[in-house]
């Protein structure tokens, strides 16, 4: 799959001002933002409709990107990770030392994290040159838009880029895994 680097300098650049883009994932279309500014969240979450107290997931290009959350992990869940990833499983990690915003965290003191294999995402994530939020692009409740003519159009209108791309076409969403119990949590 060809990757614009026009499309990654623009979506990069609208994420560096505090911007919400959305853009295809593996399996759905997902909007996101930097994880680290607050207005761009609340934003975010202002547009999905989705309360902060859940939580979002953060993608990464690769394990550098998220080396602060890796600290606390032992060689078991380490190699759990390197074997899933980059792949479709977001895993729930804690953040013992805050290094991921409340605000994105939600009231938990772990992230769901998943290091993509879409090389839109992966592509993306490495321009901006760390993590994004990775969240389903849709109003909280409503079904997942598969394709670009499916965003809604109360989302859509409200970004500030589209990237131009297609999902992976997967049939679910990134299941997503606590590292410590090996909980599921969407199968």
Known sequence: MYVSPVHLGL????????????????????????????????????IKQRPWQKGLIIVAADMKQIEPLLGNLNHAQLAKLEMSWPGPVSW?????????????????????????????????????GRPIIST????????PARTKQRLSAMVA?????????????LEQPSVIRDIL?????RA
């Not at 560096?16 to 934003?43: K, L, Q, S």
């Not at 994290?113 to 992966?122: D, E, I």
């Not at 119990?181 to 949590?185: C, E, L, R, S």
């Open 11 to 46: 979506a990069s650049r609208v994420l560096n001002h505090g911007g919400v883009i959305a853009y295809p994932t593996e399996a759905v279309w997902g909007v996101g933002c930097d994880p680290w500014h607050a207005d761009a969240v609340f934003r975010l979450l202002m």
């Open 92 to 128: 729930v990690l804690p953040d013992t030392e805050g290094w991921v915003p409340e605000w994105t965290r939600g009231e938990h003191s772990s992230v769901a994290v998943r290091l993509s294999n879409h090389p839109l995402v992966h592509g993306l994530c490495r321009r901006f």
């Open 136 to 143: 389903s692009a849709n109003l909280a409740g409503e079904e």
């Open 157 to 169: 209108s409200r970004l500030d880029y589209i990237v131009p791309g297609e999902t992976q076409g």
């Open 181 to 185: 119990t090996d909980k599921v949590f």
